[in-house]
Structure formats: structure tokens, C-alpha cells
């Protein structure tokens, strides 16, 4: 694979719109965001009218659009809170996506300057990934990088970056527990690589800040996990995990890559560990199940495209972890019935 | 520096070797003095053993050149290359202690981004005295470091991690290039601090160099052969990789963890890319057959130490691998030979140092 420029035509930058202010969101992003298409969902829980500044070309999706294109599925699916953005995902039109919570400003890097976090997700997008030995000086395609001796020549072109992985300063994306052990912790080490999360490891996808190709994964970044009582501070879901899981699978068997590492947004503060804790977290409890049961998934090689390999996963989960937890049941099912959604939505 | 969060022990002074080949001089010691002086050496001098190699005053060392090394070891001396720094798995076998670090002799200390000047062995022992976490990657890399912790989605049942047996640390300035990238790229220089110490996840193998590495001797030791390379041997510059596929298939049946990252070090030496290409010429063919044969090892069930996983590699290697050339037949046979004098050397009847090396206080 030869690298390629990705157009900003091809690109759309979807945002889930948990507050309705975000004149402050768009502002500190406008010389980034006022480039490109951009697609904001408001959280269908959110009630009153969101207020945007002027200058930025977008297409506005609310709760009325949502329960329309769900219809009768309306039932089972829901993209409240963070899963709003999800149904950004299943309007948008274009090849390529990247997505910031909307608590996110752009970061400075070690030098001070100005952390373009979309253009840095696009040359994850658009050079190749090396998921299948891991070079030791990290990503091989960056200026005054390469591969090192001893990595064998044919994996050299590598593959396609299906899902790029950004970070976070100040507030980094750690669980409530943690969090709330170490009030103070805040994420202050800009790491300045991106690297390729090699073949069949799992990771912890944040949905916070990331970037993919729509056309290639799309079908597996749709939010079909939710815990009984998912609330509307990162510290209350586990919707992105889930999904990052189903998009390492897909990815691993389609022989795409997932790249983590640059850039990184500055996460402001917002809520509170200690008060997230005492809620149910049974996500955290969930999650110990779910991890072997994706380290071992292996899809069968008549799966071709992501839509088969989310179809295969969603049959693994109904037999494997639903007889333990009605909550895999119901993801199972959202996934089938989300992959028909995104097959109807293509087709429009 | 990459500090643990939890102070880990002292520096490890009595439980660590420092292993140096040469066929130079180890002038660049002078430099790494405020370092290094506190711990004790092993020279490997290669080459011409009537060559007298001085080491710079005030360091305490034993020095073994390839007389010592063949009266030591008798006819299991075949097993060690001549004219290549793999020689230095030499040093590995007769060090009484639990922990090396293994560098080079054009190998300088570098400076952090803020100017100061990098311990690479501190680094290295904070690298191996913290725990690594193979089965599931963590997105803000080490875990135990001050200033880090596990993202959230990483399961609680895998915090813990597993013990860390190899440290792989990293260069600036000259990159550890193969000869086909040295010629296209001679000017290349390494310039990116990247501020992160990482563990390998298990499943995936890595082109480890022997440059500035750690490792956890009584862990992962016997693993450590650098192979047949060099005088005699159709190939050259693959013996720390060699040693670094063979030590992670055994690591990860063992759940041993495999760090890299952090500490650089500087690189002063490009050596020449038309000498590199010779040597490496067949690796790089072979590799093709020789990375699928390592992504497909299963050990079985009864191989639960190192040399057991060893032994039963180099009978795996001996199988697959001699239909690409005869070389790996003899590779194989010399990986028995190193299990059988790592066995004689270090079995518990022979606890006292290796009679004769050239020591000094």
C-alpha cells in the first residue's frame, strides 16, 4: 500500500453534542474545524436547542431524526448520551471520519505548538499499518523513521489503517476507580509516536478522540453494548470499548490495521470519579468475561467485509456470552439489527 | 527517565553484570564511568586474543578473550561466533549474576530533551524490577510509570502483569538500520525521544538489538544465544535477533514479559553498509521463512523452564528450518551445545567464578 492524500471532502467530523453550549468547543477547533464537512447529533436526552457559532458548514441531526430513521428498532437501539455520535456515523457519506468529544479542546505539543488533531489522524488513516511484527522505532512511515534491521522486507508495504487511536493530556481516559484513587493524576507525557497495535492484541478503544475509514470498518463502530444504567461522563460507559473490540476483530481478520499514539486533545475537567463510582459500574465487572472471549474470536474466512464480520461476531456473542448475561443478548441482537441499519443507510 | 510509581528496589549493584564485546578498545567507558563504575564487567574481547585490550582504570572486570573462552568451555567452545559480537553470550554464560545489561563499545550516553544526561542502566533495572502486562495493550503504554496508569477498558484481572525478562532499549543518532536502508539512506540520523517504555504484546515477535539491552538472567538467561555468526558462518548481523525471536516465543509460553522503549542511548557509529550487506545478504532471504516458522511455534506442555522450551525450539528449528539451508542444522546442534555448557556452568555444583579469567579489582 503507497501512501495516499486524503481530500478534505473525503472526510467528515462527527460530533456528539453532550452540552448545549458549544460555542466554546467550536471556537478553540475553528481553524481546524472550519475546513471540513462537519455532522453534530445532538443527544437525544439533551433537551433544548444547541447553540453553534456561525462559520462552520455542518449538518445538524436530533432526536426527531434519530427516532425517524430507527423506527420500529427504536425499541432496542438508542443513541443517547455518548452513542450519539454513532448516528453521525451512520448519516455520514464520506470515506473517512473523525470524531472528538465535545469536552476536548486541541493540545499543544512539547514545543508549544498548536496539536492539528484532525490532520494528524489522517496521515494515520492514509499511511500503511504494520500490525504484523512490531518495529521497534514505531511507525516506519514518519519523517526520519524507518523500518528497522531485521524486519523482513515483504511485510515492508504493509496494510490499510482501518482505525486511528488518538490520546489525551490533562485528563486522560482512565476509569473511575482509578481516577478516583489518584484524584490528582493528570496526564501530562506527550508521547510523540503513533504505532500499530500488532495483530490479535486487544487494546481499550477510546471513543474520546479517534479517526477511521468509514467504508473499510464502519459497520463494527455502531453501539450495540450498554450497560443498565450507562450515563453521560466517560466514567459511565463502556460503549466505546465494546465497539473497539468488535473494530480490532474486524480489523485483525480483514487484515486492516489499527494505529494508537498521536495526537493528542487537552480533555478538560468535567464531573466527578467518586460520584461516577458510587453509581453501578458493572461495565468494569462485564468487561472481565467479554476480553477472552474476544482474544480467542476467530471469524471464518467467508467473511469478506466488515458487515459479515459483525453479522459472525453478533452469532458468537448470542451462543458464547449471552446464556451468561441478558446483556449480551441484547447487544447481539442490536448488532444484527444495527448492521441492517447501516446497510439501509448505504443504500440511501 | 520512566520512574516506576512504586520506588523499586536499590540499584541492584551485587545482582547485576555489565557484558561488553570488543575487538576495539572500551574508551567509550570513560563516558559512561559515572554510570556504570559502580558495577562489575565482563569483557568478551573478540578477535586476535594476543591483542592486549585496556580497560580505563578504577572499573572492576574479568576480561575472557578466545583462548579463555575455548579453555573454558572445551569443545562446547564451537558454539560461541568468532570475529562478530555475538560472542558476547559468552559473557552471559559465565556471570554469576541474576541480572545483565549488555552495550555496545560505540555506544555513548545520550541526553534527555531537557538536556540532561540519560542512565541507561537505571533505566533499564526500573524496566525490569516493575512488572510488564503482555496480554492486552495498554494506550498510555507503561502502566507503573509515574504520571500513567491503565486506561480505562483494561481488565482489573490483568493488572497485575508478569515478571519482565527482557529490557530492549533504543538509539539516537545512528538508527539500527539494515544495509539495503543504510544505502538508500546514509544521512538518516535518529533525532525523535520518544518518551515511552512499553511491553510487547504476547503473540508478536520484534527484531531485538543487542546494542543496550537488559535482561533477567535467571529468568530468561539460557534463551539468550546469539547464534553462529561471523568467521566460518554464512551470515552475520542477526545473532541479537536471532536471540530476541527465540527468547520471545519462550517468554510468551512462559508468560514472561518483553519491554522496549526507553532508555536511549547514543549511537556513534554507522558501521559500513557494502560490509553489512554481505553479512546480512542471506538473512534477508531467510527471514522470509524464518518469521512465519517463529509466528507458528506451540511449545508443549512439559517444556515448562527455559531450557526445556529451548531445547525443544532447537528440535523444532532443526526440522523446519534446515530445508532452507543447511545452516540451520548446525544452528540447531549449536543451540544444544549452548544449553550444555549454560547447564555446566551454572548447575549448582559449580558456584564458584570461572577459574583464570583476567580479573581485576
Not at chain 1, 448519516?91 to 514545543?111: F, L, N, R
Request: with cysteine; aromatic share 12%.
Amino acid at each position: 500500500m503507497s501512501e495516499t492524500s486524503i481530500n478534505h471532502d473525503e472526510v467528515d467530523i462527527v460530533i456528539g453534542a453532550l452540552q448545549l453550549d458549544l460555542t466554546s468547543f467550536m471556537e478553540e477547533w475553528r481553524p481546524v474545524f472550519s475546513q471540513f464537512h462537519l455532522i453534530i447529533v445532538q443527544d437525544p436526552d439533551l433537551k433544548g436547542k444547541l447553540e453553534i457559532p456561525a462559520g462552520f458548514n455542518f449538518d445538524l441531526y436530533t432526536k426527531s431524526d434519530i427516532d425517524g430513521v430507527l423506527g420500529s428498532s427504536s425499541n432496542a437501539i438508542s443513541f443517547s448520551g455518548y452513542s450519539c455520535r454513532y448516528f453521525g456515523y451512520l448519516m455520514s457519506q464520506k470515506k473517512y471520519i473523525i470524531a472528538i468529544d465535545d469536552d476536548c479542546i486541541p493540545a499543544k505539543d512539547s514545543t508549544g505548538n498548536f496539536v492539528d488533531a484532525v490532520a494528524q489522524h489522517m496521515t494515520n488513516l492514509s499511511t500503511p499499518a504494520t500490525p504484523f511484527f512490531f518495529n521497534t522505532l514505531y511507525d516506519p512511515f514518519c519523517e526520519g523513521a524507518d523500518f528497522v534491521r531485521g524486519y523482513p522486507f515483504s511485510l515492508r508495504s504493509g496494510v490499510d489503517c482501518g482505525l486511528s487511536c488518538g490520546l489525551w493530556l490533562n485528563l486522560a481516559d482512565l476509569d473511575a476507580p482509578t481516577q478516583a484513587l489518584k484524584p490528582e493524576l493528570r496526564n501530562n507525557r506527550y508521547v510523540d509516536t503513533v504505532l500499530t497495535v500488532p495483530a490479535r492484541t486487544m487494546m481499550p478503544v477510546s471513543g474520546i478522540n479517534i479517526g477511521f475509514n468509514r467504508e473499510l470498518v464502519g459497520p463494527a463502530l455502531l453501539p450495540a453494548f450498554r450497560l443498565a444504567k450507562e450515563g453521560n461522563l466517560r466514567w459511565e460507559t463502556v460503549e466505546d470499548i465494546w465497539t473497539g473490540m468488535c473494530v480490532k476483530v474486524v480489523c485483525d481478520h480483514l487484515r486492516l490495521g489499527v494505529k494508537s499514539g498521536l495526537p493528542y486533545v487537552w480533555r478538560k475537567e468535567r464531573g466527578n470519579a467518586i460520584e461516577s463510582l458510587k453509581k453501578e459500574w458493572e461495565g468494569v465487572k462485564l468487561m472481565e468475561d467479554v476480553v477472552p472471549f474476544f482474544q480467542s474470536l476467530r471469524l471464518s474466512t467467508s467473511a469478506a467485509t466488515a458487515e459479515d464480520c459483525v453479522s459472525e461476531i453478533a452469532a458468537a456473542v448470542k451462543v458464547q456470552l449471552a446464556p451468561a448475561n441478558p446483556i449480551f443478548a441484547r447487544a447481539a441482537e442490536n448488532m444484527v439489527e444495527l448492521v441492517k441499519l447501516w446497510k439501509r443507510a448505504r443504500t440511501q | 527517565m520512566s520512574t516506576p510509581v512504586t520506588p523499586v528496589a536499590p540499584p541492584l549493584k551485587d545482582e547485576l553484570d555489565i557484558v561488553i564485546p570488543t575487538i576495539r578498545n572500551l574508551d567509550f567507558l570513560e563516558m559512561w564511568r559515572p554510570f556504570f563504575q559502580p558495577y562489575h564487567l565482563i569483557i568478551v574481547q573478540d578477535g586476535d586474543p594476543t591483542k592486549i585490550i585496556k580497560v580505563p582504570e578504577g572499573f572492576d572486570y574479568e576480561l575472557y578473550n578466545r583462548n579463555d573462552i575455548n579453555r573454558i568451555l572445551g569443545p562446547k567452545a564451537s558454539c560461541i561466533s568468532f570475529k562478530d559480537s555475538a560472542c558476547r553470550c559468552f559473557g552471559f554464560i559465565v556471570s554469576k549474576k541474576k541480572y545483565i545489561y549488555t552495550i555496545d563499545d560505540d555506544c555513548f550516553v545520550a541526553k534527555d530533551p531537557t538536556g540532561k544526561d540519560i542512565n541507561a542502566l537505571q533505566q533499564h533495572i526500573h524496566n525490569l524490577l516493575t512488572p510488564s502486562t503482555p496480554f492486552f495493550f495498554n494506550t498510555l503504554y507503561d502502566p507503573y510509570r509515574e504520571g500513567a496508569d491503565f486506561v480505562r477498558g483494561y481488565p482489573f484481572s490483568m493488572r497485575e502483569g508478569v515478571p519482565t525478562a527482557i529490557s530492549h532499549g533504543l538509539w539516537l543518532n545512528i538508527p539500527d538500520y539494515d544495509a539495503p536502508t543504510q544505502l538508500v539512506k546514509p544521512r538518516e540520523r535518529n533525532t525523535r525521544y520518544v518518551d515511552a517504555v512499553m511491553t510487547i504484546p504476547k503473540g508478536t515477535i520484534f527484531p531485538m538489538c543487542g546494542m543496550n539491552l537488559g535482561f533477567d538472567r535467571e529468568l530468561i538467561g539460557p534463551a539468550m544465544y546469539f547464534g553462529l555468526m561471523g568467521d566460518g558462518q554464512p551470515i552475520g548481523r542477526y545473532d541479537d535477533m536471532w536471540a530476541g525471536w527465540c527468547a520471545k516465543v519462550i517468554c510468551d509460553h512462559l508468560s514472561l514479559g518483553v519491554k522496549t522503549g526507553l532508555p536511549y542511548i547514543w549511537h556513534s557509529k554507522a558501521s559500513n553498509p557494502f560490509v553489512n550487506l554481505k553479512k546480512e545478504y542471506k538473512g534477508i532471504y531467510w527471514q522470509e521463512e524464518i518469521i512465519p516458522f517463529f509466528q507458528s511455534v506451540t511449545f508443549s506442555k512439559e517444556s515448562t523452564t527455559v531450557q526445556k522450551c529451548y531445547i525443544e525450539l532447537s528440535k523444532m528449528v532443526k526440522e523446519k528450518l534446515s530445508p532452507v539451508d543447511p545452516y540451520f542444522q548446525k544452528l540447531a546442534d549449536a543451540m544444544l551445545t549452548w544449553i550444555e555448557a549454560w547447564e555446566e556452568l551454572n548447575s549448582p555444583a559449580k558456584s564458584a567464578p570461572a577459574a583464570n579469567a583476567d580479573t581485576k579489582k
